[in-house]
C-alpha cells in the first residue's frame, strides 16, 4: 500500500500540469481571490466517481461542450474556486447530436457522433474537477438529435408528403416513440457514468414543440395503436431509471417550467406527476424569459424574475406535496439575455432569481446560458478558509 501510495505520488506531481491547478493564485499576486482549497490525492487507473456536495446542496453551471472541451473550463473552474459554485452540466450530447468524447457505444460510432466530438481529453478534466470539488453532470438531450435522425432515417419522424419531417429551424427529430432512441441515451449515459460523470441528467425527454399546423404533418412510425405521447414518455423515462439506477447515480430530468402548473402534457407528453414519481431530481426550466405576457398577472414575465420564479416554484411545491417520495427539485435559472426581452439580465436579475428559489427551500438550482458565460457578481463569494492540500488515500 505504501509502494502503491508512493508511486501514486510520483504520478500525482507529474500530471499536475493538466489537474488543473491553474485555478490556485500565489499569495499577494494582483488579483488573488478566496480560492477554494484543492485535496490532492494519488492517481488511480480507474474511472472516478465524485461523491456529491456536502449536504447534498447542488449549485451549478451550465458549461457547453465546447467550453468543457477548451481552455474556457479554466475560467469556470477558477469561477468556481472562488465563489458557491460546486457542479457543472456538461454537455455530453446536445442538441446536434455530437458527442463530448469518442465513445465505444455502436450506434454512436455508426452514425458518425465521434467524428464530432469536442475533446479527446474528457478523462483529464473529470479529474481536474475532481481535484476542485467540482461535482459533475452529464446532460444527455434525447429527441432532438438531428445526426441520428438524419443516419437512422428509421428512428424518425416522418413528414407526410415523404422524407424526415423537420422543425422551424429545419432539424430532423428523432421519434420519441421509438424505443431504441431511448435505449441509446441510455447507453451514452452508462458510459458517461464509467467515465466518472456522478449524475446523469436528460434534456429533450418530449415530444417537439412545434405550432400544431406544423405537427399536423408529422408521423410517427413507431407509435403503437392508441399510444399517447404522454404514455410513451412515461414508459420511456422508466426504462432509463430502471436500466441506471443499478450504476448507483442520480437520474435526473430537465422539463418545461409550465409542466408544473399545466392540467394536460402541454401537447409535448411531460406531465409534472410522471417524473417526480420516479426520478431522482426534477430541474423545471422557470426561466422568465419563457412565460407568455400575462402569465401570473405579469404583461411582462421576463421584467419580474423573483416574482415569476417564486410562483412557479411554488406551484411546483404544491403539486409535489401529495407525493411523499416525490423527486427533490432543483430548478434551471435564467443567466442570459433573450434578444431584445428587456431587461438585460445582470448580476441583479440572477440573484432575484437564486432568492426566490430559496426563500422556498430550494437550495439547489442550476444557472443556464447557452455561451456558459456567467458574471461572478451574480454569486456569493466561497468564503470558508483554504484546506491544507494533501497527498494520499481516501
Request: net charge positive; hydrophobic share 45%; aromatic share 10%.
Amino acid at each position: 500500500m505504501k509502494l502503491a501510495r508512493f508511486v501514486g505520488a510520483i504520478l500525482l506531481w507529474a500530471a499536475i500540469p493538466n489537474r488543473g491547478l491553474f485555478a490556485q493564485q500565489l499569495p499577494g499576486s494582483p488579483d488573488s481571490l478566496p480560492l477554494r482549497g484543492v485535496e490532492l490525492r494519488y492517481v488511480l487507473p480507474e474511472p472516478l466517481f465524485h461523491e456529491a456536495p456536502h449536504g447534498s446542496t447542488i449549485k451549478a453551471l451550465y458549461v457547453n461542450a465546447w467550453a468543457f472541451g477548451s481552455s474556457k473550463l479554466w475560467q469556470l473552474v477558477r469561477l468556481a474556486d472562488s465563489t458557491e459554485i460546486n457542479a457543472f452540466v456538461i454537455d455530453v450530447k446536445d442538441d446536434t447530436g455530437c458527442l463530448l468524447y469518442p465513445s465505444e457505444v455502436r450506434v454512436a460510432q455508426e452514425i458518425g457522433a465521434t467524428k464530432c466530438v469536442r475533446t479527446r481529453t474528457v478523462r483529464e478534466r473529470l479529474d481536474t474537477l475532481r481535484a476542485h470539488d467540482i461535482y459533475p453532470i452529464a446532460r444527455i438531450v434525447v429527441a432532438k438529435d438531428p445526426l441520428l435522425a438524419e443516419r437512422r432515417g428509421e428512428w424518425s419522424v416522418q413528414h407526410r408528403d415523404g422524407g424526415l419531417w423537420r422543425d422551424r429551424i429545419g432539424s430532423a427529430w428523432v421519434d420519441a416513440y421509438n424505443d431504441s432512441v431511448w435505449i441509446y441515451a441510455a447507453q451514452i449515459a452508462e458510459e458517461a457514468i464509467r467515465l466518472g460523470f456522478a449524475e446523469v441528467q436528460f434534456d429533450y425527454v418530449r415530444f417537439p414543440d412545434e405550432p400544431r399546423e406544423m405537427m399536423a404533418n408529422a408521423i410517427f412510425p413507431a407509435r403503437r395503436a392508441a399510444e399517447s405521447q404522454r404514455a410513451a414518455v412515461r414508459s420511456s423515462v422508466a426504462m432509463l431509471m430502471n436500466r441506471l439506477q443499478p450504476l448507483g447515480v442520480p437520474v435526473t430530468f430537465d422539463i418545461f417550467g409550465l409542466t408544473a402548473s399545466a392540467t394536460g402534457d402541454l401537447g409535448i407528453g411531460q406531465v409534472w406527476e410522471d417524473f417526480i414519481t420516479v426520478a431522482d431530481v426534477v430541474l423545471p426550466m422557470v426561466y422568465p424569459s419563457h412565460y407568455y405576457a400575462g402569465s401570473y398577472g405579469f404583461a411582462r414575465p421576463n421584467a419580474e424574475p423573483y416574482r415569476v420564479v417564486r410562483n412557479a416554484l411554488r406551484e411546483a411545491l404544491a403539486r409535489s406535496r401529495p407525493h411523499p417520495k416525490a423527486a427533490l427539485i432543483r430548478p434551471y435559472l435564467q443567466a442570459f439575455t433573450l434578444g431584445r426581452r428587456l431587461p438585460r439580465y445582470t448580476p441583479h436579475e440572477v440573484r432575484e432569481q437564486i432568492r426566490a428559489a430559496e426563500e422556498l427551500g430550494l437550495t439547489s438550482w442550476v444557472l443556464w446560458n447557452p455561451r456558459s458565460v456567467y458574471q461572478r457578481d451574480a454569486l456569493r463569494p466561497y468564503r470558508e478558509p483554504a484546506r491544507t492540500a494533501v497527498s494520499g488515500g481516501e
